[in-house]
């Protein structure tokens, strides 16, 4: 009975963890989304005046939040999805293809990280 009340209790506390964090970020996102929209409003209104700032700025975000609906309101169905173009198969580790590009990636990687300020290695 006690480890199904301690799975239970951490559960939990991984969906109150996550939504925390996902109001967190929303927070702060809000936040920045506001100083963005003050420092545009303040620039605009030093250049054309407040009406014409407030104007231009109310008119942007009805904009943005447009775009916004109308992504939402896009119909996503399974037929959409299944008539969309075919991502390319990934190559496999025994196609010489797939085995040349496996190598040529590391290989930039390594050298990357060879060429980089930071070498740990």
């Not at 605009?44 to 109308?70: D, P, R, Y």
């Not at 999805?81 to 190559?91: F, K, T, V």
């Amino acid at each position: 009975m006690r480890g199904v009340e301690g799975s239970a209790r951490d559960a939990v506390q991984k969906v109150l963890w996550r939504l925390f964090l996902e109001v967190s970020v929303g927070l702060i996102g809000l936040a920045g989304f506001g100083f963005i929209t003050a420092s545009a409003f303040l620039a605009l209104s030093a250049s054309l005046g407040a009406a014409l700032a407030a104007l231009l700025t109310g008119l942007s975000l009805l904009l943005a939040a447009g775009g916004c609906v109308a992504i939402v309101k896009k119909p996503w169905s399974k037929q959409h999805l299944a008539n969309a173009r075919n991502a390319p198969p990934i190559p496999s580790a025994t196609d010489p293809t797939g085995v040349a590009a496996t190598v040529a990636f590391t290989a930039a990687f390594v050298l990357a990280r060879y060429l980089g300020d930071d070498k740990p290695d």
